[in-house]
């Protein structure tokens, strides 16, 4: 792939998007507001025309605040803040989280199956459901942005690998965190494994071995690697543990690739010091001090 | 001040006096539907060492479950099975890795997660809420249902030992498998890691996380409906189930659970009946409960009860 034909296909997929209005609606949701925070549904419109939703929470008292852009997952569920993070984290950070389209909330026309969402319609880079995702993640950005509550100048973009591609394509982003899991060296990384998602690909290829070639293509456009240089955000590489398919070893091309400063975490196995270091990494990066008291309770010291 | 010692925490969970009666009445209306099971073969995900189903069968309240089910191609004529129950929020897996390891594997999908969720679906968060104030329609009534009829599934199917049936799961599915091994006698071994849905009233002290934080939300809109919330979440709480459970079973947790607090698995741990039952603690681990040692140790329990065993 060249990195003019990858251009070309994602000036496309924005200037789609460009075409379609967010007409955001905004409603209050008093069952999860607190005396710290208010939390609002959020409907939007990416291009389809598609309508998404996502769940936004604003810190009461006088901002701007740090934001945190959690990006569609690779799950049917939407969570507000990921499952596990202390509630008062909402008391410090603005946090927008989004159903892309296929998600909960985001499934109707179309609702997405996990597994199954990686390789439906792969073999059409045109069609492919992610070509969606990857602009419906980019009008979240796009809508988060525009609240005044934000400090634009904070802004972490966090997830797996679409808050990496997601800071490639759109600008705002200041930080990233990323997990990637589905799009690097995705055909390559597939066969060496039995695990799901990517064991969607030797499901597939097993199926349907005539589209093989036009798989890699399509996968080619989503290549974490070739995206890499156009993100100047400093940004947090959550590697696996050493040894696994996505260590830091396996992740070095990327790494490099990153236009920003970047740090790479390898992961310990353990969900309690992955996640302490990445709560840790964006509060100091956002200038929150006293992080101890926005941790879950069996995190503090 | 230092926090103490989770093995020091006592619960506040109290068993209903007529939970027996709760649950058998339940049982009796769930025996009076016939299973109907559908399993219809899945190409896409079938290779050479594994055949891969979708299944389904009809549940408690007449609602459709959706399963996947995966059996190795090569097997004795009766194998080993195991049953794998899903977490609160993660989409329910297809479960291969059990299947290679040679047991014909079940993988449920309870009202309300993707594929079963046409006729019941409170969606997430909500679900842990959803009609809370009333035992006999609060949302778990139907979904613990729903996986005790997975058993009934496993049961029915040839080429499986009904005398070598497991359960596994974590956080959700570890609570899951905690009620099935109480409520299935069938249930010959069972694992359950970082249980969920076990010492509710104490959890939603203990952190602040969801997806617990949701009953947090509820109670802060309705602080009125307290005690109803309190009375129903007693019949449907892993720790009064736990008294029931028999068979050989062992726990996990992790001393740094920011999801399911570490006291609420040392009360459940003290509770369980069984008297071929040890606790796994993970010191410097969260939710995942220590899973990267700890799978080795599952692999081995299961291998002993289940197949080595006969």
């Known amino acids: 792939m060249t990195d003019a034909a990858m251009h070309d296909y994602w000036q496309h997929a924005l200037n789609d998007l460009s075409r379609c209005p967010a007409r955001p609606e905004i409603e209050p949701l008093p069952l999860r507001s607190t005396d710290f925070a208010t939390l609002y549904g959020v409907r939007l419109s990416s291009f389809g025309p598609y309508r998404l939703f996502g769940y936004l929470s604003i810190p009461k008292g006088a901002g701007p605040f740090p934001a945190i852009y959690y990006t569609p997952k690779y799950q049917s569920v939407l969570e507000i803040i990921p499952q596990g993070t202390a509630n008062l984290q909402r008391s410090r950070y603005v946090t927008f989280s989004l159903a892309g389209r296929g998600q909960r909330n985001a499934d109707s026309p179309y609702a997405a199956m996990f597994p199954g969402l990686l390789t439906d319609g792969i073999d059409n880079a045109a069609s492919y459901p992610f070509r969606g995702i990857v602009a419906d993640s980019i009008r979240g950005l796009e809508f988060l942005l525009t609240r005044r509550e934000v400090d634009h100048a904070r802004v972490v973009v966090a997830g797996n690998d679409i808050a990496l591609i997601t800071a490639a394509l759109a600008k705002g982003a200041t930080h990233v965190v990323t997990a990637p899991a589905l799009f690097y060296r995705t055909a390559d990384l597939a066969p060496k494994t039995q695990a799901y998602p990517l064991e969607e690909i030797n499901d597939y290829l097993r199926r349907h071995p005539a589209r093989a070639e036009a798989m890699r293509r399509t996968l080619a456009h989503f290549d974490l690697a070739g995206l890499a240089p156009r993100v100047s955000a400093a940004t947090l590489v959550m590697a696996g543990a050493p040894g696994s398919l996505l260590d830091a070893a396996a992740l070095r091309p990327l790494t490099a690739a990153l236009k920003g400063p970047v740090t790479v975490y390898e992961s310990q196995q353990s969900l309690y010091k992955d996640g302490l270091y990445s709560e840790r990494w964006m509060a100091e990066r956002c200038g929150i001090e006293d992080v101890q008291s926005i941790l879950p309770e069996h995190w503090r010291d | ?310």
């Not at chain 2, 997975?150 to 030992?161: H, T």
């Not at chain 2, 849905?197 to 939300?217: M, Q, S, W």
């Not at chain 2, 189930?241 to 947790?253: G, L, S």
């Open chain 2, 1 to 310: 001040m230092p926090r103490a010692l989770p093995a020091d925490y006592r619960s506040k969970v109290e068993k209903p006096a007529d939970f027996d009666a709760f649950w058998g009445d339940v049982l009796r209306q769930a025996s009076s539907i016939p299973l109907e099971p559908e399993v219809v073969p899945d190409p896409l995900r079938t290779s050479g060492d594994i055949e891969t189903f979708q299944v389904f069968y009809t549940s408690i309240d007449h609602v459709r479950i959706a399963a996947w089910y995966c059996r190795p191609a090569r097997r004795a004529e009766r194998a080993p099975a195991i049953m794998l129950l899903p977490g609160y929020q993660m989409d329910p897996p297809i479960p291969k890795e059990w299947a290679r390891k040679g047991y014909a594997a079940l993988s449920v999908a309870p009202r309300g997660k993707l594929r079963s969720n046409r006729q019941f679906n409170p969606g997430y968060p909500n679900l842990l809420t959803h009609n809370m104030v009333d035992r006999h329609t609060y949302a778990y009534r139907g979904f613990y249902v729903d996986t005790w009829r997975g058993i009934d599934f496993l049961l029915s199917r040839p080429e499986v030992d009904p005398a070598r049936v497991g359960v596994t799961g974590s956080s959700q599915g570890g609570g899951l498998t905690i009620t099935t091994a109480a409520m299935r006698p069938e249930v010959r071994a069972a694992s359950a890691g970082a249980p969920y849905l076990c010492g509710f009233v104490d959890a939603i002290e203990l952190t602040h996380t969801y997806p617990y934080e949701e009953i947090n939300d509820y109670l802060r809109l309705y602080p009125e409906r307290r005690a109803d919330v309190e009375e129903t979440l007693a019949y449907f709480d892993g720790i009064s189930f736990a008294d029931r459970i028999k068979c050989a079973i062992i726990v996990n947790v992790g001393l740094q659970d920011n999801v399911c607090p570490p006291e609420t698995g040392y009360a459940l741990f003290e509770r369980i009946g069984s008297k071929d039952k040890r606790l796994y603690p993970y010191d410097g681990h969260g939710h995942d409960a220590g899973r990267a040692r700890h799978t080795a140790v599952v692999d081995a329990f299961f291998a002993r009860h289940l197949q080595d065993a006969r």
